[in-house]
């Protein structure tokens, strides 16, 4: 059984910053690309970054410059700093990650996390 439990989020003043984690679980046998996505109320679900297993990120327009994807493979975790937070991206923001649970596996499958809550507010 694999789980992804993502932590940090909460309610921050427009300018202010976050670190989001979240934490893979189970019987892993390798991990390959992690992401984040967010979801506003109303909206599609929608990629903010992600990072692959040798380190190589990608992030949406919106968030370039301001947030910053890594992770500890040591820790199968991956990280989200958010620096200079908007209204716009409150949001709940939930982690992807293609695992393979077993050697015999060629193609990873896709876990999300159940998200976490982030509001962006004065």
């Known amino acids: 059984q694999v789980q992804l439990v993502e932590s940090g989020g909460g309610l921050v003043q427009p300018g202010g910053s976050l670190r989001l984690s979240c934490a893979v679980s189970g019987s892993i046998f390798g991990i390959d690309t992690m992401a984040w996505y967010r979801q506003a109320p109303g909206k599609e679900r929608e990629l903010v970054a992600h990072?692959?297993?040798?380190?190589?990120?990608g992030y949406a327009s919106s968030v370039k410059g301001r947030f910053t994807i890594s992770r500890d493979n040591s820790k199968n975790t991956v990280y989200l700093r958010m620096n200079s937070l908007k209204s716009e991206d409150t949001a709940v923001y939930y982690c992807?990650?293609?695992?393979?649970?077993?050697?015999?596996?060629?193609?990873?499958?896709?876990?999300w996390g159940k998200g976490t809550l982030v509001t962006v507010s004065s």
């Open positions: 992807n990650a293609d695992i393979r649970t077993s050697w015999l596996q060629s193609n990873a499958v896709a876990y």
């Open positions: 990072i692959t297993n040798g380190g190589s990120t």
